[in-house]
């Protein structure tokens, strides 16, 4: 039930802009519960907030990673979080969890599997929901990172679900897409396809520790000729294989020279700049499609009419073509 104690409780978008920008962290994760709201009220408020600290977004370094699942993302990101945390960085994780299709329940375990990087007063991890959204990224993880940006985050990583095509959700939104692998598994490529090692700026073989250190190097050199058969995504870098260790903190170093290398050369040429604007018309044009499906849904004709529609396609008395042509209609878009 609505009170009016509970609307008062509701801070403004004033309150919530000077909140995040002052590094609040209480008003910080209120900001972002804000964001993922559905509700239209909660919606319109945060792109209020979301205008106001613009000026405040784009400073941090966002860093996409992904791997099958048991590569060992949490681990590796714990660690990296953590030398970034202890060289003076502010470190934020959005951690996009898995959502069960059928019953929309959602593991938020990211805490405890990054346990050093949870207890740093420097480190700010957000698991969300995605909800069965592309490449299991949630749908409101763009304004996240806006919203830990302005909070005045260094380092924003985007940990993914797992590996599929749809990850080029992931690599649309970031400045450096990291691809983590097994060691031992390059004949099959691990199920990976092309189209993702294509999308990725550099390629980690992660667990190369004890006896998997020989077989991670194989399968770096292989990733490596698999690398030189597909043409890079700039002329400006080409990108590397490592091998390293999350769990023992082997090879991190050489990982995030690399990407401030990446970021350095890809500024000079101008390409991060064209990166980061041709970024911000997919933001819109994804925000674009996503309220037009909101419209679609909230629509009462297409709503009364829509389940027969269906029905008719289902049993073959409409062709789809045809009732799209009838939902647009009712939408007044035809």
Do not use: C
């Not at 390059?186 to 189209?195: A, E, H, M, V």
């Not at 073989?205 to 890079?232: C, F, Q, S, T, W």
């Not at 073509?321 to 035809?334: E, F, I």
């Amino acid at each position: 039930m609505v009170t009016s104690a509970t609307v008062k409780s509701q801070p403004s978008a004033d309150q919530f802009a000077e909140g995040v920008a002052a590094g609040d962290r209480a008003m910080l994760a209120r900001a972002i519960t804000l964001i993922e709201s559905t509700k239209p009220e909660h919606q319109a408020l945060a792109q209020q907030v979301l205008q106001q600290l613009l000026p405040r977004t784009g400073g941090a370094i966002r860093l996409g990673i992904t791997g099958v699942p048991g590569v060992g993302k949490s681990t590796t990101i714990d660690q990296l979080g953590m030398n970034l945390v202890e060289s003076g960085l502010k470190v934020a994780v959005l951690a996009v969890d898995p959502t069960s299709r059928r019953t929309g329940g959602s593991i938020l375990g990211d805490k405890t599997r990054m346990s050093q990087l949870s207890q740093s007063p420097n480190a700010f991890i957000r698991p969300s929901p995605s909800a069965g959204t592309l490449g299991g990224v949630a749908r409101k993880t763009r304004e996240t990172m806006a919203i830990v940006e302005a909070a005045g985050f260094d380092v924003v990583i985007v940990e993914t679900v797992g590996v599929g095509q749809s990850e080029t959700a992931v690599a649309d939104m970031v400045d450096f897409f990291l691809v983590l692998l097994l060691p031992g598994g390059g004949d099959d490529l691990q199920g990976i396809k092309k189209g993702i090692i294509e999308l990725a700026d550099m390629i980690a073989i992660n667990k190369a520790d004890g006896d998997n250190v020989m077989r991670a190097e194989r399968a770096a050199a292989e990733y490596r000729n698999a690398l030189h058969i597909l043409a890079p995504q700039s002329a400006t870098w080409s990108p590397p294989v490592l091998t390293i260790s999350g769990a023992t903190n082997v090879g991190l170093d050489k990982l995030w020279a690399k990407i401030l290398q990446h970021r350095e050369l890809m500024t000079a040429t101008g390409e991060f700049a064209q990166r980061r604007r041709e970024q911000a018309v997919g933001w819109m044009r994804d925000m674009l499609e996503a309220r037009l499906m909101d419209a679609l849904h909230s629509n009462a004709k297409v709503a009364s009419e829509l389940p027969q529609i269906e029905a008719d396609v289902r049993g073959g008395r409409l062709l789809p073509t045809l009732a799209v042509d009838r939902v647009m209609t009712l939408m007044g878009l035809a």
